[in-house]
């Protein structure tokens, strides 16, 4: 079946521009992550969706961050006021839910902040 | 709070040989651990877990992992290594400590098998 897919593969904006970086998960799966990975760095937690409602955001940065997922399938992340540093790839999994399942990941939204 | 170490920036192997890529952990509770690979410009591909039981996990491409817990390591191995191998590693532990599910990874180790 279809794996996590994630659009755009690349964003460059400017300093200051507004993105969103979007998300389909695997069919079915409940539990969706967001994850940013800075070059040389293992993937760090951003914000985790059970459903619609998002379980745990303690991984986002600051407010200019911000991720909806209405419909409890597809999720955006927002960034405004994107800033160089916002700079990395922002990688997407999804699961069934439970923390011993499996996260899938997309290949990843590379984001580039000139 | 979960934590895992990867000691190792870089693994040399030459094809044929043995591979061990190591992985340390810290957490409070019972360690749910997984090993994932990444090839450049590709997201991270799923290799093994461990979650309970057996401590010798076999997982995808010929790789398995040892859980060991009075050592709190899950090192990943595979007895003979292929230049196809080649690629960055990660180690990633969930604790389930507040009750969510995300993952804490390692920095990553980067293996090399040369031909």
């Known amino acids: 079946g279809a794996g996590v897919s994630q659009t755009p593969s690349n964003k460059v904006t400017e300093k200051g521009k507004y993105v969103e970086l979007r998300c389909d998960p695997i069919?079915?799966?409940?539990?969706l992550y967001w994850y940013r990975q800075s070059l040389g760095q293992g993937p760090e937690f951003l914000i985790y969706f059970q459903g619609t409602g998002a379980a745990d955001d303690s991984g986002l940065p600051n407010d200019r961050f911000f991720a909806v997922r209405p419909e409890g399938s597809v999720s955006t992340l927002k960034i405004q006021r994107t800033e160089r540093g916002d700079s990395a790839v922002y990688l997407c999994?999804?699961?069934w839910g439970q923390g011993t399942d499996t996260q899938y990941f997309g290949p990843g939204t590379r984001l580039t902040v000139l | 709070a979960q934590s895992v170490a990867q000691p190792e920036d870089q693994v040399n192997v030459a094809e044929g040989n043995p591979l061990t890529v190591k992985c340390t952990y810290s957490?409070?509770?019972?360690?749910?651990l997984f090993w994932y690979v990444q090839y450049p410009n590709r997201g991270l591909q799923f290799l093994l877990k461990y979650i309970t039981g057996d401590n010798l996990v076999k997982g995808s491409y010929g790789f398995e992992a040892e859980f060991n817990k009075s050592q709190t390591s899950f090192h990943l191995k595979k007895p003979s290594a292929l230049v196809s191998d080649s690629a960055l590693y990660f180690c990633?532990?969930?604790?389930?400590?507040?009750?969510?599910?995300?993952?804490?990874f390692g920095k990553g180790t980067r293996l090399s098998v040369i031909a």
């Open positions: 990633a532990v969930s604790g389930l400590t507040s009750g969510n599910t995300p993952l804490v």
């Open positions: 999994a999804s699961s």
């Open positions: 069919s079915g799966h409940t539990a």
């Open positions: 957490v409070s509770g019972n360690p749910y």
